[in-house]
Every structure is written in C-alpha cells, then in structure tokens.
C-alpha cells in the first residue's frame, strides 16, 4: 500500500503562486516577442532617409542598404532615447543615433516646415521643402543665435557669431567632400536645430587625437558612431589603482578639451559616469557631447567681457552646494576658465572615486588628499590649476607600470 502525504497549502500562498507563474509567462512571451519584431527591424526601417536633405546625411546608406549593418535585436529593443546597437558584418561594434525622442523628431518636422513658410503638415514634404531655403548659412546662424535648438545642447561664447558657425561647418565640409555642399549645409542645419553632437564629433576628430567617439557617418534620421565599451558606472567598484588610472585621463581630457584647440576651448557640463566609456584597450573616451560650452578664445574685441584675459575660477552656487553647479555666465566672460577641471573633481568628490587610497599610496604621496581637496573647493588663487597639475604627476607615478 502506498502512503500519499498531502501538504495543506492555505488559499493565500495558492493565489500567489498562481499570479506569480502568470506574470512569469506573460513576460517571457513579452520577451519573445520583442525579439521575433526585432529579428525582423533592420537599421534601415528607422533611417527615415525619405526626409533627406532634412536629415543628417547620407554617406552611410549604401552600407545599410546592401546589409553589411545590423542591430542587436534584443539590445536595441530596449533602447533610451532612440539609441541603438549593432554591428558591421566585419564584427565592427556600433553605436546608432537618431539624435532625440520620437515627440522631438516630429518636432523637427515640422521646425523644417515653417523654416520655409509651411505651417501644414498635411501639405509639408520635407524633401523637397528642404531645398526652398535660399541662405542656408543664415538659417543656421539664426537657429543658434535665438537658441532655438529643440535641446539647446551648444552654447557659443562670449557671443554667437558668424565666423564660430562657420569655423565649425568648415571643419565639418573638410571630411564630407562627397557630399554636395548646400545639402551638406542642409544636414548641419538640421542637426543644429535638435541635436548638435554630430557636427562636434566631426568638427573635432577622434582621428585627431579628441578623446570622443569615431563618427562613422549618417542615414535620413540615424547617425552611427563606434562604440566604445562599458560606461564608468562599471568601474565604480574596480581596485583603486584602476580608478586612478581611469582618474588620470579624465584629468588629461578636461586638459585637452580647454587647451588643445588653438580657436575654441570646450567645457563639459555633464560628467557622470555615464557620460563616459572605456574602450577594450582602457581608453576613456566622452560618448555624449549633447550639452557642452564652447568658447571661442579669439573673439571680436567689440564683444570681449570686461576682464576677458582674467583666468576663471569655477565655484560652486551658493543655492546648490551638494550639486554640481557653476556659472555659464562667467565661463563665458574669460577666456579660459578652469570650469573642466572644476567639474571632473566634483565627480571625484561627489563619486568617492580616489578616497580610500592603498596606505603605501598615501605613505608614498601624503599630499594626495588635500590636492583632491584643492581642486574640488581652491583655497588660494590659481590653486586649481596648481593642485590639478601636482595630481596628474602623483597619479601618473602611481599608475605606472
């Protein structure tokens, strides 16, 4: 005779994990799904290429078309802010763009259409509206000088002008020879009006040596750029000295980006980790340019500030001491500021990222702290500048080997 054993399992306990297999099921068939839709998107259904000129080039749809370009189904499904991922069929990693929210792409429809006269939708056709602006340079200019960018992400400084705008298509013109120059302008035109980052990371090459993404060139409405890596959130947990290292070159790219360029310093206003990314070979590298300050270092001297020539000093707000706040206003009134530096130690001392140094490091470099100190809140003039110095020395010891 076989003895039967039955567990008394209360009502409760039964309709709880009734609801729970119910949920698990109904995800794992959200799931799928997802994926099967996606399996089925190629970059190509997001391109909106049939909106060119008004779109952010064209130079990369014979790559999607001919399917050497591919999304990662399930990454790019759950996507924020209409970024993507994929692939080339070489291996390369990508990076896909379409530069804001679905709400403000419709947005730049219709900002295209009344750019031309047209306040209908009905009867607006981008591609062919597009090429009834007569002065595109003028157009460009208007929408930066009444910063009526939908992101406003680009501030130019002491004051917008002419020759900024200009400087930055030239420089955009010079790598874009393919291309037919007022389309081109037309392309610059749009990505000014919702979201400049492309024209920066064409204007300031990571082949010459700017710690920002490879841009790799456009299609209708999708940008592509390489894709670096995991973001600094990753390392927020690694070894001390791997943070140091990461440290260092955050310190060396707030240096580049104020001192490199003989025309324009570029100041960051968002440094989080992320913001930034390490490539497979350790390299840190700005992967959202999409709010950043550029101030032209030779202006006209009819718009130079009172004091123009004083070096700034970033501090923080009165109204916001546990933020990260500064002063637009002042960055743009001199020309060189040290708001760069002033804003990747506030990561550090907002983050905790260099506290708790090794003992033999603090033995070794006892002044460590206090030039973490000076650099987040300077006690003395230029003590910024002079601390950030000394730390880059200290880290570049540190880290060596």
Known sequence: ?????????????????????????????????????????SIGDLTEEEKCPACYGTNLCPAIKSGSIHLYPFISWFNAKNVYFGHTSAGQKLTFKKLGHDWELEELDAYVCRLVGQNS???????????????????????????????????????????????????????????????????VLTMFILNPEPVILQAFR???????????????????????GSTLAYY???????????????????????FHDPRFSLYMTDVTPENLAVDSHGNLKVVDLGNIIIVDKNPPLSVRPEGWKEKHTSDILEECETCFSYSQEDICGHRTSDHNYYAVCQFFEHTAWLRYAPENVLRAYPQLP??????????????????????????ANVTLG
Request: charged fraction near 25%.
């Open 1 to 41: 005779m076989v003895s039967v054993i039955y567990t008394y399992i209360p009502p409760h306990v039964r309709r709880a994990k009734f609801i729970f297999r119910l949920f698990f099921i109904t995800a794992l068939g959200l799931v799928l799904v997802c994926a099967l839709v996606m399996k089925h998107t």
């Open 121 to 187: 939708k009905n009867n607006c056709r981008l591609s062919e509206l597009a090429w009834r602006l007569d002065d595109v340079h003028t157009a460009i200019f208007n929408t930066v000088l009444s910063n009526l960018s939908l992101r406003s992400g680009i501030s130019f400084c002491p004051v917008a002008d002419t020759k900024q705008i200009d400087d930055l298509v030239d420089r955009v013109v010079k790598h874009s020879k393919e291309t037919a120059y007022k389309t081109l302008l037309i392309n």
């Open 206 to 228: 990571a082949e010459d040596g700017w710690p920002f993404p490879k841009y790799l060139g456009s299609c209708g409405r999708v940008t592509a750029q390489e894709f670096i």
């Open 236 to 258: 927020t947990n690694s070894e001390w000295r791997t943070r140091a290292k990461l440290a260092l070159q955050l310190l060396k790219i707030a240096q580049r980006m104020t």
């Open 370 to 395: 206090e030039l973490l100190r000076e650099c987040a809140e300077p006690q003395r003039e230029q003590g910024r500048y002079i601390a950030v110095r000394k730390l880059i020395a200290v880290l």
